[in-house]
C-alpha cells in the first residue's frame, strides 16, 4: 500500500515453575523482548506455589512490555522486577534492520581481517592475528557478523558483551557468507582455521557444484587471499598441505605450519568449562 512499515518486536518467555512432582532446579523464568531500539532481558525465580508463582511471572511479563514499548501500566505494584536493558548503537541498529552491512570500531583499512563469532575470544584469537600480520605485513582487525549460517542472530546485549572483550578494531558486519564479505572487502586477506576453508569449498553451502564454482570464480576475481591456520577436524589436526582444493584456491593462501601455530583452545571448549 505504500504505507510506513509498522515497528515490530520479538516477546519470549521460558519458564519452570511450581507443580505437583519434584522438581530439579530453581523455580525460575527468562524474559527477553528485542526492538529496533534495544534488547531488554530479565530473569526472575521463585519460591512459592504455583499460584503465586505465576502471579509473580504475570508481573515480571507486563513489567518488561511496559518497559520496552514505553506502555504506562496503570494501577501495577510498585515493586518492579529488575529488567536489564541495553540501547542500541546507531551502527548496531542499522546493521539489525540491513540498512548497513559493516562498520569499524576503529579506524581500519579492512585489508587484513580475522572472521568469528569471538564467543568468547582467547588467545588463540589474538596469536592467530599476530602471526597473519606477520605472514602478510598488514594491520589486522576482527570481523564480528551479527548474523551466522549456522548460529543464532545477535541482539544487542550480545554485541554489546562480545565487542567489550576486544583491544583494537572490530569489524562488526551483515556478512554471514564469504562470498558476501569478499564482495564488501575486495582484495582482503583472510585469516582462516582449515575447518573455514573446507567449508568454503563444500558445495553443501551453496546448493550445487556449480553454485560452488561460480562462488570460487568470484571470490578469485575479487583477489581475495587466505592465511590458513591448522585445525582439529574430525579428531585429528589439519593444515592446509591435507587439503584437497582446487590449484587456483591453494595459490592464494598462505600456509600457517603446525610448528607455528598448534593451539587446542576452542570458543566451543571453553564455554563448556
Known amino acids: 500500500s505504500g504505507s510506513a512499515p509498522q515497528p515490530v518486536f520479538g516477546f519470549a518467555c521460558t519458564a519452570s515453575l511450581a507443580t505437583g512432582r519434584p522438581k530439579r532446579g530453581e523455580h525460575r523464568a527468562h524474559v527477553a523482548v528485542q526492538t529496533a531500539v534495544a534488547t531488554y532481558a530479565a530473569h526472575l525465580t521463585f519460591d512459592a506455589d504455583r499460584d503465586e508463582e505465576e502471579r509473580q511471572l504475570l508481573e515480571l511479563?507486563?513489567?518488561?512490555?511496559?518497559?520496552?514499548?514505553?506502555?504506562?501500566?496503570?494501577?501495577?505494584?510498585?515493586?518492579?522486577?529488575?529488567?536489564?536493558?541495553?540501547?542500541?548503537?546507531?551502527?548496531?541498529?542499522?546493521?539489525?534492520?540491513?540498512?548497513?552491512?559493516?562498520?569499524?570500531?576503529?579506524?581500519?583499512?579492512?585489508?587484513?581481517?580475522?572472521?568469528?563469532?569471538?564467543n568468547p575470544l582467547h588467545h588463540a584469537h589474538r596469536r592467530m592475528l599476530d602471526i597473519a600480520e606477520q605472514k602478510t605485513g598488514l594491520a589486522g582487525a576482527y570481523e564480528l557478523s551479527i548474523v551466522n549460517v549456522d548460529k543464532p542472530f545477535l541482539d544487542y546485549s550480545e554485541i554489546d558483551s562480545r565487542l567489550k572483550q576486544f583491544d583494537r578494531p572490530v569489524w562488526v558486519t551483515r556478512l554471514p557468507r564469504f562470498l558476501e564479505k569478499a564482495r564488501q572487502f575486495p582484495g582482503a586477506w583472510f585469516a582462516v582455521g582449515t575447518d573455514t576453508l573446507i567449508r568454503i569449498v563444500d558445495p553443501a553451502y551453496y546448493g550445487s557444484v556449480a553454485d560452488r564454482d561460480a562462488a570460487l570464480a568470484e571470490l578469485f576475481e575479487l583477489d581475495i587471499r587466505f592465511v590458513v591456520f591448522g585445525r582439529q577436524v574430525d579428531g585429528r589436526f589439519v593444515t592446509l598441505s591435507d587439503l584437497e582444493l582446487p590449484d587456483a584456491l591453494r595459490d592464494r593462501c598462505i600456509e600457517v605450519t603446525r610448528e607455528e601455530f598448534d593451539e587446542p583452545v576452542s570458543s566451543t571448549a571453553l564455554r563448556r568449562s
Do not use: C, I, N
Open 61 to 118: 511479563l507486563w513489567h518488561a512490555l511496559a518497559m520496552s514499548l514505553e506502555l504506562e501500566l496503570k494501577g501495577r505494584p510498585h515493586a518492579e522486577p529488575m529488567v536489564a536493558h541495553t540501547p542500541a548503537q546507531a551502527h548496531w541498529r542499522a546493521l539489525v534492520l540491513g540498512e548497513e552491512l559493516a562498520y569499524a570500531t576503529a579506524e581500519h583499512d579492512g585489508a587484513l581481517l580475522m572472521p568469528g563469532a569471538f
